[in-house]
């Protein structure tokens, strides 16, 4: 079996929140031959002793990275996801994602840029 190629465009905006900051994107996924689908995903972000604290939209805990060494794992039965970021040319960053399991097995790469630096 072949490997999907995937794009996703949008945008992702970070917003002071009570605690931390609020993450949003929205944007279009399109996978292969597939149509274009509508996506969207909120999180916050926040400082939790002395590490970077990333929770789902509804408060859930996602996963927490030291922000020396900015790597993660989110273990989702029966799969797992890692992550590393990449803040070293701030303010444009990156995540590469590892997604490996017996439902899943991808690497994702996102790349993020401010609107006024993307061209």
């Known amino acids: 079996m072949g490997k999907t190629e995937g794009r996703f465009e949008g945008r992702a905006v970070f917003r002071p929140a009570p605690v931390g ?5 929205e944007g279009h ?9 509508k996506a969207v995903r909120d999180y916050l972000w926040r400082e ?19 922000p ?13 996801y890692r992550v590393r970021y990449d803040f070293s040319g701030w303010p444009n960053w990156s995540a590469v994602w590892v997604v490996s399991g017996p439902r899943k097995d991808y690497t994702m790469i996102s ?7 993307a061209g």
């Open 29 to 37: 996924l399109k996978l292969g031959p597939g149509p274009e689908m």
């Open 48 to 66: 939790a002793d002395g590490r970077i604290a990333v929770d789902y939209g509804d408060g859930q805990p996602f996963h927490d990275f030291d």
């Open 21 to 25: 900051l609020h993450y949003h994107e």
């Open 68 to 80: 020396v060494e900015p790597e993660a794992r989110h273990r989702c039965a029966p799969d797992e």
């Open 111 to 117: 790349r993020y840029s401010r609107e006024s630096d």
